[in-house]
């Protein structure tokens, strides 16, 4: 037997896995480019306009910092690039990470990797399939990417460079992914060490557009590769071989990692814990905050970095907006106001909402987890319900929300506060702003809860479910969607402060419906066999 005995069937079980989430995220990264290409003709439809974009963004270091480097403003495909290339790089990391950690790490956690590894599966099988779904998925997004810009009318070189960057940055994280997913032993973990490299690359890569004295420190930053690419502004192509180059070093040291370890161990020596659990371990909720208090953490720092950010470029962004009649327009229809940085800033606490909502997500399907280990039945073999276990766990994702949007209100007003001389007006109209999104998470969290509780083997579409109501409510309005699509999401019934008056009525029925929602999970899990 080979140690590549059985990669076939390994990668056809991930993509039967991942046959709903798979599809979902490349289309969101394969359509969105040709979207705001497309939009780009009625934001920017005359000369007069285009002339002064790049002049004003290039001015902005702010805005340098959020999106990256302008090279070429006045057409659809230079604007496309400066706005979406580097969120969608970041987008398709997380995508490749998730992959390889899911299909191999993961897989280690549960024990059924090694009952793989002791038959006819090779040692080097689950970690090539897993690789080899992440660098396809990847390429599949850059391909998408291309296509769809051209379907467009855009450049067949720009639209190959975009789609050859986003492929770049994927491949690399794949090969980030490997490494981590060799060095600890549990599949969260190894999710956050490649997630730290990837928020460093977006720091270098800000940092190095931000100042001309260290632009050097982009190229550090595989984010800062995809961008020096250049696309639809005279491309880079031999930029490409630093990507290609990282992702043959870093699968090297991958499998260099996997040889000199045990399945189901990490390179890296895990702490022994205490003999007996302290006094604040003697509750679920106790054991529950133990588990999420980490993840938490993350998101609320994180949280208040990009609040901080936003915040700090509400003024720029304004200037950009006042001088554009179509973009003013477009926030018009979604905030209902022509206060212009009032406007950004509620879709900046709208957009906190959206991305909070996969933090309660996440923190839900903790308890599935942790049943998928088997370490829910010693716990249950306790004084422990199963009521108290599944609540422990919903309390985080009710409550770790508020606590992440806080964060994030509070930093965007202050730092807004400061520019605009209010910081104590604008830092109590963010954190409302941001606190009212919270019923529409809440709904959310209820999904999950319910699929938990219901179908816990088809608990993956609480993250189809949430993308779904946020792409409806960031990209109905732009797109003229029928306004009953658009209100399936939750996000839509929202009050957009500070810009629109509080209505109550639609707050009280999310909170109602989620309520529901988990009453549904709760009573459900209940009654079910544990898996």
Known sequence: MTALAGTGELVRLALRRDRVTLPLWLAVLGLMPALVANAYAGLYPTEALRAPLTAMVGS??????????????????????WRVLGFLSVVTALLVIFTVTQNTRAEEETARHELLVSG?????????????????????????????????????????????????????????????AQLVAFGRTANG??????????????????????????W?????????????????????????????LTLAVGYLLLAHRDAGAGILPQRLGRASAPPSLHSAFALAWRLHRGPLAG?????????????????????????NPA??????????????????????ARMFGMVAAFYGVQAALRAHGEEVVTRVEPL?????????????????????TAVVLAAAGLAAGIAHGLRAGDVAGYAGRMLAATQVQLPAIWLVVGVAAALFGLVPRRISAAWAAAAGFVLLALLGPALNLDPLLVDVSPFS???????????????????LIAVALLAVGLVAFRRRDIA
Do not use: C, K
């Open 60 to 81: 902005n270091p702010a805005l340098a910092v959020l999106l990256g480097p302008a090279y070429d403003l006045s057409t659809p495909g230079g604007f496309t690039a």
């Open 120 to 180: 006819v599966v090779g040692r080097h099988a689950p970690l090539t399939a897993a690789v080899v779904v992440a660098t396809a998925a990847a390429a599949g997004a850059g391909l998408l990417a291309t296509a769809a810009l051209l379907a467009v009318g855009l450049p067949m070189p720009g639209s190959l460079a975009f789609g050859a960057a986003l492929a770049g940055v994927g491949w690399v994280f794949t090969g980030i992914a490997a490494i981590t």
């Open 193 to 218: 060490i490649a997630t730290g490299v990837l928020g460093a690359s977006f720091l270098l890569r800000g940092l190095g557009d931000a100042s001309p004295r260290a632009s050097w420190l982009s």
């Open 220 to 248: 550090l930053s595989p984010i800062g590769w995809a961008q020096q690419l250049r696309p639809f502004a005279q491309e880079r192509w031999w930029v490409l071989a630093l990507p290609v180059a990282a992702t043959v």
């Open 299 to 323: 998101w609320t720092v994180g949280a208040a970095l990009a609040g901080t950010a936003f915040g700090a470029v509400a003024i720029g962004v304004g200037d950009l907006i006042t001088e």
């Open 327 to 348: 973009m003013r327009e477009i926030f018009r229809r979604m905030v209902d106001s022509t206060l212009v940085i009032e406007a950004f800033l509620a879709q900046i």
């Open 380 to 400: 249950l073999a306790t004084t422990v319900t199963r009521w108290r276990f599944a609540a422990s766990h919903l309390v985080f994702a009710l409550a770790g």
């Open 493 to 511: 019934h929202v009050s957009q402060l500070p810009v629109a008056d509080l209505a109550i009525a639609p707050l009280a029925w999310l909170t």
